[in-house]
């Protein structure tokens, strides 16, 4: 017994590297002040980094030193501090756009604080992020133009990384129209119009009608294709696509919300046309981590959660719908076909 509380146990080193906030938040600052993008590549002096970092130097150099002894950063020379394979993911080029997704200051930051009420969520069940914010995420973004505008762009990244997923995952070609509610700034869309030039597409979201919006489909060559539509998704949707896309959407509300999205996105398929539902579907042999940890975000933000199958059926049922296929990908997320019913 006397091993199990070693300092050496394996128990207690599990919870030693679960429990530290201090590598966690010097990455972030890190990624926040674009250190990765400021220093050099053959290193930078600390007073010069400290200026164009707009940092105090002494606080600066304990936080790259703390860094580079856990690997990310190195100091090739005292007071003279370089990127490494580790810090290049915090550059803003890098194709992963991790910084983004750390960047205090920005939309992922905001998410990432409401960690700080975790253990008010699990005592309540309710979501942290408006008791601390003082108004709930959304709410955040419509006030915050620069807030809304970081969030679309982490959902733009998310969504170009799911996009082959979903072009590969459906009969697109036995399509006519399709429209993406909630759709962001129409990333996924016009991936699915660029691979099947006959689609025509109807982008659905408040921000439809934004700049950014135009630059998307205009770049992806599907401008002509595609009708933005400045909408709420808990209002009527236009009617007569064959496909409503909905990609992850519902993991973003309880189930009185996410049966109102639904219900919807059914009222308008009704007569020929589907409901396809992307989502992170929990599954024993799926990635727990992933699932898990997404599980709890959601959790502190929304009150809400990731589901199995059998939650999002009810959940589709409740809101008029019927099960008519589910695909799985090679990903976490699954694409679930529904077909307007009885109205709910």
């Given at each position: 017994m006397a091993?199990?509380?070693?300092?050496?146990?394996?128990?207690?080193?599990v919870l030693t590297r679960l429990t530290s906030l201090a590598e966690p938040w010097a990455v972030r600052v890190a990624a926040t002040l674009r250190l990765a993008d400021l220093a050099a590549?053959?290193?930078?002096?600390?007073a010069d980094l400290a200026a164009r970092a707009g940092a105090d130097p002494g606080a600066l150099g304990c936080l790259l030193r703390f860094l580079a002894a856990r690997g990310v950063f190195e100091e090739p020379a005292p007071g003279v501090f370089a990127v490494n394979d580790a810090a290049r993911w915090l550059r803003e080029d890098h194709p992963g756009q991790l910084r983004r997704w750390l960047d205090l200051d920005g939309a992922g930051g905001a998410m990432d604080r409401a960690f700080a009420g975790l253990l008010e969520t699990v005592r309540s069940g309710k979501a942290a992020y408006p008791a601390l914010s003082g108004r709930g995420f959304w709410e955040d973004l419509a006030a915050d133009s620069r807030l809304a505008t970081s969030f679309a762009s982490l959902m733009q990244a998310h969504s170009a990384e799911l996009a082959d997923d979903v072009v590969a995952g459906y009969p697109w070609a036995q399509m006519s129209l399709v429209a993406d509610v909630g759709g962001g700034t129409g990333t996924l869309l016009a991936r699915i119009l660029s691979a099947h030039p006959h689609l025509q597409g109807i982008l659905v979201d408040l921000m439809a009608g934004s700049p950014g919006t135009a630059r998307v489909l205009t770049?992806?060559?599907?401008?002509?294709?595609?009708?933005p539509v400045v909408a709420d998704f808990f209002?009527?949707?236009?009617?007569?696509a064959d496909i409503y896309l909905l990609r992850n959407i519902i993991h973003d509300w309880p189930d009185d919300q996410a049966v109102a999205i639904l219900r919807r996105s059914a009222q308008a398929a009704r007569g020929h046309?589907?409901?396809?539902?992307?989502e992170r579907v929990i599954t024993r042999n799926g990635d727990q981590q992933e699932?898990?940890?997404?599980?709890l975000r959601m959790l502190l933000l929304f009150g809400s959660r990731e589901r199995?199958?059998?939650?999002?059926?009810?959940?589709?049922g409740a809101a008029g719908l019927q099960p008519v296929s589910t695909r799985a990908t090679t990903s976490s997320y699954w694409l679930l076909e529904y077909a307007p019913g009885q109205p709910a």
């Open positions: 091993g199990q509380t070693s300092a050496g146990s394996p128990g207690r080193e590549d053959g290193g930078s002096e600390l770049d992806a060559g599907v401008a002509g294709r595609c009708q209002g009527p949707l236009p009617a007569g046309g589907r409901v396809v539902v992307v699932l898990t940890a997404m599980d199995t199958l059998e939650e999002f059926n009810a959940l589709a």
